[in-house]
């Protein structure tokens, strides 16, 4: 299937689902933002849904770190 399996641990501590940069490329929700996802995110990391979202909300606002 192409679903994505959340993970246990995220980058902060927050709780909820949090998923691998490997998995969040391949998922279907942010097909249109491969490059971004891989530009952003961190090898061997996990980041909630909402971390992703936020990230590439920044991103497209210009205030990237």
Same mark, same amino acid.
């Not at 929700?29 to 971004?36: F, H, T």
């Given at each position: 299937? =192409?679903? #994505?399996?959340?993970?246990? !641990? +995220?980058? +902060? =501590?927050?709780?909820?689902?949090? $998923?691998? !940069?490997?998995? *969040?490329?391949?998922?279907? !929700? $942010?097909?249109?933002?491969?490059?971004? #996802?891989?530009? *952003?995110?961190? @090898? =061997?990391? +996990?980041? +909630? *849904?909402?971390? &992703? @979202?936020?990230? #590439?909300? @920044? $991103?497209? !606002?210009?205030? &990237?770190?």
């Amino acid at each position: 299937t =192409g679903g #994505i399996k959340p993970m246990a !641990k +995220t980058n +902060t =501590g927050a709780v909820g689902a949090a $998923y691998s !940069k490997e998995q *969040l490329s391949r998922s279907q !929700k $942010y097909a249109n933002s491969k490059d971004l #996802i891989s530009a *952003l995110l961190n @090898d =061997g990391e +996990t980041y +909630t *849904l909402e971390q &992703v @979202d936020k990230l #590439i909300a @920044d $991103y497209k !606002k210009g205030k &990237v770190r």
